[in-house]
T-cell receptor, first 116, second 114 residues
Framework: DTGVSQDPRHKITKRGQNVTFRCDPISEHNRLYWYRQTLGQGPEFLTYFQNEAQLEKSRLLSDRFSAERPKGSFSTLEIQRTEQGDSAMYLC??????????????FGQGTRLTVV | AQSVTQLDSHVSVSEGTPVLLRCNYSSSYSPSLFWYVQHPNKGLQLLLKYTSAATLVKGINGFEAEFKKSETSFHLTKPSAHMSDAAEYFCVVSDRGSQGNLIFGKGTKLSVKP
């Protein structure tokens, strides 16, 4: 399968714990995005990478959140000292950006985080 | 700055009747525009995209959308709704500049009555 894969699919953690999610994009895609989606809402942009460079971070991304894409392939999203408000679906997507054109983004199935 | 407004949070139609989901966008540059669909407990799936070619774009499952620059709109339509079309639909804008990311609207929930 050459789609976007995310791991784990579900994560339950206690408040205050750290969690890390992984995203493997489509191999030839140079852009990788992270979004957060809560029930009944549209996906909210968190951050995105072009290759290994993190180009933009949303103000939603507090200092407890950090994302990396060290080799321009897979990416990790870490949340430190989790809070109940962090409970959401975390979506990863990838796309191909050439020149001034973005192709469509392909989304993974998401990681559902529940903080108890 | 980019933004997208989906004018209806919920649309309800009867099976076999037309569907219209409205989307207006704001973009500093020439935008790329997309419609995604999300069925319950499923991932986001691309329905169609506009990237500067024909202004009337055809997508999967009989959906189409028309890019109207003068109205800054990208409304999604389908001539005849099917029960399987019931889902959440998201309009997405991306600036075509090199720093463009993808900005989602809040979504429109489509219900289809038998």
């Amino acid at each position: 399968d050459t789609g976007v894969s995310q791991d784990p699919r579900h994560k339950i953690t206690k408040r205050g714990q750290n969690v890390t999610f992984r995203c493997d994009p489509i191999s030839e895609h140079n852009r990788l995005y992270w979004y957060r989606q809560t029930l009944g809402q549209g996906p909210e942009f968190l951050t995105y990478f072009q290759n290994e460079a993190q180009l933009e971070k949303s103000r939603l991304l507090s200092d407890r959140f950090s994302a990396e894409r060290p080799k321009g392939s897979f990416s990790t999203l870490e949340i430190q000292r989790t809070e109940q408000g962090d409970s959401a679906m975390y979506l990863c997507a990838s796309s191909s950006h050439t020149g001034h054109m973005n192709t469509e983004a392909f989304f993974g199935q998401g990681t559902r985080l529940t903080v108890v | 700055a980019q933004s997208v407004t989906q004018l209806d949070s919920h649309v309800s139609v009867s099976e076999g009747t037309p569907v219209l989901l409205r989307c207006n966008y704001s973009s500093s540059y020439s935008p790329s525009l997309f419609w995604y669909v999300q069925h319950p407990n499923k991932g986001l799936q691309l329905l169609l995209k506009y990237t500067s070619a024909a202004t009337l774009v055809k997508g999967i499952n009989g959906f189409e959308a028309e890019f109207k620059k003068s109205e800054t709109s990208f409304h999604l339509t389908k001539p005849s709704a099917h029960m399987s079309d019931a889902a959440e639909y998201f309009c997405v804008v991306s600036d075509r500049g090199s720093q463009g990311n993808l900005i989602f609207g809040k979504g429109t929930k489509l219900s289809v009555k038998p």
